[in-house]
């Protein structure tokens, strides 16, 4: 507990910083402009009369009309691109419009028209520019591009983030509590543990406790073929791992490695003791979150934005705080040392893309626009809220959970807390398809308070339930963060290689590597449910008959790869 409360005042000192409450933003009259939006972001249309959406006509004179992705996600790009009837912004999460041409170099019209924008993202442009521009053989440029804004990741003074929402294997906490916050650092304990605690409670709310799902369904599948890397002790490079050989990086995949093979014949055994959940493999996306969100899913292995956001939002609004989770960073063995945190990134190739439709001259007004959003007493209003209702200035009078709240300090109460998480509160009044994919101001504001109030140090004592005090001090962290990871190593220059991932709409070996990509897949997406529900003395033979399918696609695509690794290694360094 000692440490929990001298984490809690680490971060008190970093937020200590005297303010006065940030100006509201002077209402201009602006010349209306509508921005159609394609998002994969599956949420609902905002009302008309969302408060945040008003605000920012209001303000800025502008109004939105997204096209929210409904079914498959590949299928809807290609049908855009295809039929060329382009919204003016498009969600960016590959090089698919890139590639095929859709996208306008925004580059330019950034550096004449955005300070705030090139402020915002000065620590990370020289990123931004390298992963979109043209290169030659060697990953040396020969013309400059950019073509979306990442949404996360560029950081401005501090990162004060005290939460958790990458990679892991989660487990509810009222598993960890009802064995006492065992110390779990391998993949065997954690089934073990979670096959114990099903025996006891078999059902929750009368339907079936499930041990562990797997997410399958659609873009979502990686979650299938992941876990070998983070087993093995391997960082988030994507689809493969770097290994240093004789004194040269090397790239090799994590499909058909023993790693690979050593995860896939354990999963066939706990799915053997019934602890994997076998509609994994056929439920669709609302189908699985919606055992999430009904708190009977003790385990599973994601990123923590998958879920936290939608199906655990609704498990706290149910009052089951125990059945929320916490991230666990597990190994194949305590010899191995595991790497899931890393330091906060960019999020490249992300974000929003200007479309050839939306043209060059609505893309300047577009780019204006958001360069206002950026200013700083407008990010606070769009991420803060309003003063008075989403967020109260302290009189150095209040005090949360023993940390006083400096006078002129913001802070939240729990309503106010308790709303902004409830997904009715957030669809009327939160602007969350524009924000979340925008450029936003993440880390420290220049009063010294993060972009997020969450991470303030009163409020972080705030948010934590009795279940997590519980927890955090059993494990004698000071968050969940630190439960991961207390100090993740520095992030090596080439870190993240995902974002090399090949495209199809480019010549040569990187379209022979995408189409390998596409390739691969589809085997996973046959053969591992397979692998994991076969019958044991199958696994071999249906091991064999992967790997001899595969290795011939991931030749192709280690290759490319390891040409963009070399090239990251040459512009960006290797391990820090």
């Not at 971060?11 to 005297?18: E, G, H, R």
């Not at 295809?82 to 041409?101: C, R, Y």
């Not at 983030?161 to 650092?185: A, D, H």
């Not at 090596?492 to 596409?518: I, K, R």
Request: net charge negative; charged share 25%.
């Amino acid at each position: 507990m000692k440490k929990l409360i001298a984490g809690l005042s680490l971060l008190l000192i970093a937020s200590t910083v005297l303010c006065a409450a940030p100006k509201k933003a002077k209402k201009k009259k602006a010349k209306p402009m509508n921005i159609s939006v394609f998002t994969i972001q599956q949420r609902q249309q905002p009302p008309a009369d969302n408060r945040d959406y008003k605000w920012i006509e209001e303000n800025f004179g502008v109004t939105f009309n997204f096209d929210i992705l409904v079914g498959d996600k590949d299928q809807k790009i290609g049908v855009l691109i295809a039929s060329g009837d382009l919204p003016d912004l498009v969600e960016v999460d590959s090089e698919k419009f890139q590639g095929a041409g859709c996208l306008i170099d925004i580059k330019p019209l950034v550096e004449k028209y955005c300070p705030n924008i090139m402020k915002n993202y000065e620590n990370v442009w020289k990123q931004i520019v390298y992963q979109d521009s043209e290169k030659d053989a060697d990953g040396n440029i020969i013309k400059e591009h950019v073509y979306s804004l990442p949404n996360y990741g560029s950081i401005t003074g501090k990162d004060q983030n005290t939460g958790y929402n990458q990679n892991g294997f989660w487990i509810q906490k009222r598993v960890l509590k009802e064995f006492g916050y065992p110390e779990i650092k391998t993949v065997d304990q954690y089934f073990d543990l979670l096959e114990a605690y099903v025996k006891k409670y078999p059902e929750t709310d009368g339907a079936k406790t499930l041990p562990f799902t797997i997410i399958t369904a659609d873009w979502e599948a990686f979650n299938l073929w992941n876990p070998p890397n983070f087993l093995a002790g391997y960082p988030n490079d994507g689809n493969g791992h770097v290994t240093k050989v004789n004194g040269k990086y090397v790239y090799e995949d994590n499909f058909a490695d023993s790693n690979a093979k050593k995860w896939f014949k354990l999963a066939n055994g706990y799915f053997q003791r019934g602890l994997i959940d076998p509609a994994s493999f056929t439920d669709n996306r609302d189908q699985y979150y919606a055992k999430i969100a009904q708190g009977r899913v003790l385990g599973m292995f994601i990123q923590g934005w998958q879920f936290m956001y939608d199906a655990e939002n609704t498990i706290r609004t149910s009052g089951h705080d125990d059945r929320t989770y916490a991230p666990l960073p597990i190994v194949f063995d305590e010899s191995i040392k595991p790497h899931y945190r890393d330091i906060t990134l960019p999020n490249l190739q992300r974000g929003y893309g200007f479309t050839t439709k939306c043209g060059e001259k609505k893309a300047i007004q577009i780019l204006k626009f958001f360069d206002e959003v950026l200013k700083e007493e407008n990010q606070k209003r769009l991420y803060w809220g309003l003063e008075g209702e989403d967020y109260l200035i302290s009189d150095g009078k209040v005090e949360i959970n023993g940390i006083k709240v400096p006078k002129g300090a913001p802070y939240r109460t729990p309503e106010m807390i308790a709303n902004q998480k409830d997904n009715s509160w957030i669809l009327k009044n939160k602007a969350q398809l524009f924000t979340e994919e925008a450029p936003k101001w993440e880390g420290t504001y220049s009063d010294g308070y993060p972009h997020a109030l969450a991470n303030t140090a009163w409020e972080y004592a705030q948010e934590l339930k009795p279940i997590d005090l519980e927890l955090l001090a059993a494990y004698n962290v000071p968050s969940y963060a630190a439960l991961v990871d207390a100090n993740p190593p520095q992030n090596a220059g080439w870190y993240p290689m995902w974002q090399c991932n090949p495209s199809p709409e480019n010549d040569g070996l990187e379209h022979d590597a995408a189409v390998a990509m596409t390739g691969f897949e589809t085997l996973q997406r046959k053969y591992l449910p397979m692998m994991i529900m076969g019958s044991p003395a199958d696994f071999e033979k249906t091991w064999e008959e992967y790997t001899k399918q595969m290795k011939p696609l991931t030749a192709v695509y280690n290759k490319f790869m390891q040409g963009e690794l070399d090239a990251r290694v040459k512009n960006f360094g290797g391990e820090k």
